[in-house]
């Protein structure tokens, strides 16, 4: 019997036996069979969710703008480096493209990761995050650290984007898949004392099985970025967040905003604020940097209207205040007409949102005594 054929015999049976065979390089034999069942208190602690609807943002990994507004395709060899700052630390911030073979014309192609790359990653850790989810955790490395996957079908993943609003068939799943797997992201610096170089795909996916191109039979073992794998087993460095209004927010800088939302405005009350600038969104967020300050207020204003439509920021039921307000910040000029430089973003919480943030903080707070 064939190491494939073991594999997806054993799949099928994941509820009833609880356990995926490895299988030895040297020989292409099941060399041994491992526990799915079993999890470490930081997975566990991961999979800590409620209400449904959520997941976990990675506060660092999120904050990074891994993907453009569209698939880029070229034939020219590029690479993205950015010199980004995160909690007043420099890093280094690169992007390698996915390089990938079309199938009908043979060519060579290097892939960047647009939104549905985005929704297909996010959809996957969604999936991570669910208790009743077949997962692996191994070692990885002399240095004792531990790295989770998650095996699913490709139907299941496919599902769990329909239910959220993003449709695509098992070609487009895959190519995604492919692309996802091929970027290579690299962070470059000291992050919480530790020096070096956070280095990976966005996942790692192996493909265990696939049967008659069935979406059903088509199983995948996937693991996720180091800087991932570092916030579940190292630091905590996660939050609880809606990921339902995520997968529905059409715009990339307000799907970005309601992540730094959930995990910097940690202490959310109805009569605070969070206050960010124009020139930051600029600077850390998927926005051209090359566009004018007064183009990138219309793009906050626009994302910020998005997150009222969905109730993450809301008026309050005598509006006294908006949702949102903004000081514009001008050049001095002892003549002629002041030069736009910058805005201050002044954002209020809806009660929901409140909600979430405490319930988050109890949790966090109970992770940190465990």
Not at 264 to 277: G, L, N, P, S, V
Not at 322 to 336: L, M, Q, R
């Amino acid at each position: 019997m064939s190491i494939q054929k073991k594999l997806f015999d054993n799949c099928s049976n994941l509820n009833r036996q609880g356990f995926v065979a490895v299988e030895n390089a040297k020989n292409n034999e099941v060399s041994h069979w491992v526990s799915i069942e079993s999890k470490s208190n930081q997975l566990s602690l991961f999979q800590k969710l409620s209400p449904e609807g959520m997941s976990h943002s990675v506060e660092f990994y999120d904050s990074l703008c891994k993907y453009g507004s569209k698939i880029i395709k070229t034939k020219e060899p590029k690479l993205i480096e950015k010199n980004i700052t995160f909690n007043h630390i420099d890093y280094k911030f690169e992007i390698r493209p996915a390089l990938l073979k079309h199938k009908s014309s043979g060519e060579v192609y290097h892939y960047f990761p647009g939104p549905r790359e985005e929704f297909v990653e996010v959809a996957l850790r969604k999936l991570l995050t669910e208790q009743q989810q077949h997962t692996e955790e191994e070692d990885q490395g002399e240095n004792g650290s531990r790295a989770a996957s998650i095996i699913i079908t490709l139907q299941q993943l496919r599902d769990e984007l329909k239910r959220n609003g993003h449709t695509y068939n098992g070609s487009e799943l895959n190519e995604a898949l492919n692309i996802l797997k091929y970027t290579q992201l690299s962070i470059t610096g000291n992050y919480k004392d530790i020096s070096g170089e956070f280095n990976g795909p966005i996942i790692e996916l192996i493909k265990v099985y696939s049967k008659d191109n069935d979406l059903n039979k088509t199983f995948l073992k996937i693991r996720f970025h180091p800087l991932i794998q570092h916030a579940i087993y190292n630091d905590n460095s996660y939050h609880r967040y809606n990921y339902q209004i995520e997968m529905q927010l059409s715009s990339q800088l307000a799907r970005w905003l309601l992540k730094r939302l959930y995990n910097r405005f940690r202490y959310a009350e109805f009569h605070k604020t969070y206050e960010i600038k124009a020139t930051t969104v600029r600077n850390e967020g998927p926005v051209n940097p090359h566009i004018t300050i007064r183009r990138i207020l219309e793009d906050i204003k626009r994302a910020l209207n998005e997150l009222k439509k969905t109730n993450i920021i809301a008026s309050d039921s005598l509006n006294t205040f908006e949702a949102y307000s903004f000081k514009p910040i001008y050049s001095k000029s002892s003549g002629g007409r002041p030069r736009l430089l910058d805005a201050y973003f002044t954002i209020h919480p809806s009660s929901g949102f409140i909600d979430d943030i405490k319930e988050d903080n109890r949790v966090s707070k109970y992770v940190s005594l465990s």
